[in-house]
T-cell receptor
Framework: DIPMTQSPSSLSASVGDSVTITCRASQSISNYLNWYQQKPGKAPKLLIYAASSLQSGVPSRFSGSGSGTDFTLTISSLQPEDFATYSC?????????FGQGTKLEIK | QVQLQQSGPGLVQPSQTLSLTCAIS??????????WNWIRQSPSRGLEWLGRTYYRSNWYHDYAVSVKSRITINPDTSKNQFSLHLNSVTPDDTAVYYC??????????????WGPGTLATVSS
């Protein structure tokens, strides 16, 4: 298994702020890293795949970067609808594993 | 547009079998470019991948070690759906269960879409 570690576990920010969430893999996973957004009572939604590719329909204020073991998700100019929980997931090998999630809250 | 619709009971007795079905529209369970997965989420475990089934000239299955002795994921080509069967459940199996497609694009793959989720509670 490849454990995934996200930081921070929670984050407070204001509308208009820019935030960065970090995800670290226990071994190199190249760019096989995906990011999901989840709102209460809903299924996760794909935001970023292959570390930096924006899923169709996702606003351009979301961006991803990284390779190997260290990855980041950046949300620029936060909007009210962006307050949610964000999770990373490695698709390098089965079993697929997820980070523990970062809850983004309104300050 | 691919959509997944889940069905199955929300309450399961301890030691019994949890059975859920995921109906696929807009894609085929026999697709050579996809895999069909079950994932669960609980406060204690977070998001946990349970297993997958996929077709590449033959049917293949992979399961998480944590549930390998208790899980079966079956495709049903006649109904274009797949199912999860988890036997000998305990309260620790209480979670929201999601089905999800893995899209395979080149060497990359990701979960999209997800089913809406089913809260399965193990309790007498």
């Amino acid at each position: 298994d490849i454990p995934m570690t996200q930081s921070p576990s929670s984050l407070s920010a204001s509308v208009g702020d820019s935030v960065t969430i970090t995800c670290r893999a226990s071994q190199s996973i190249s760019n096989y890293l995906n990011w999901y957004q989840q709102k209460p009572g809903k299924a996760p939604k794909l935001l970023i795949y292959a570390a930096s590719s924006l899923q169709s329909g996702v606003p351009s204020r979301f961006s991803g970067s990284g390779s190997g073991t260290d990855f980041t998700l950046t949300i620029s100019s936060l909007q009210p609808e962006d307050f949610a929980t964000y999770s990373c997931q490695q698709s390098y090998s089965v079993p697929y594993t997820f980070g523990q999630g970062t809850k983004l809250e309104i300050k | 547009q691919v959509q997944l619709q889940q069905s199955g009971p929300g309450l399961v007795q301890p030691s019994q079998t949890l059975s859920l079905t995921c109906a696929i529209s807009g894609d085929s369970v026999s697709s050579n470019n996809a895999a069909w997965n079950w994932i669960r989420q609980s406060p204690s475990r977070g998001l946990e991948w349970l297993g997958r089934t996929y077709y590449r000239s033959n049917w293949y299955h992979d399961y998480a070690v944590s549930v390998k002795s208790r899980i079966t994921i079956n495709p049903d080509t006649s109904k274009n759906q797949f199912s999860l069967h988890l036997n000998s459940v305990t309260p620790d199996d209480t979670a929201v269960y999601y089905c999800a497609r893995v899209v395979v694009y080149g060497s990359s793959n990701w979960f999209d879409p997800w089913g809406p989720g089913t809260l399965a509670t193990v309790s007498s």
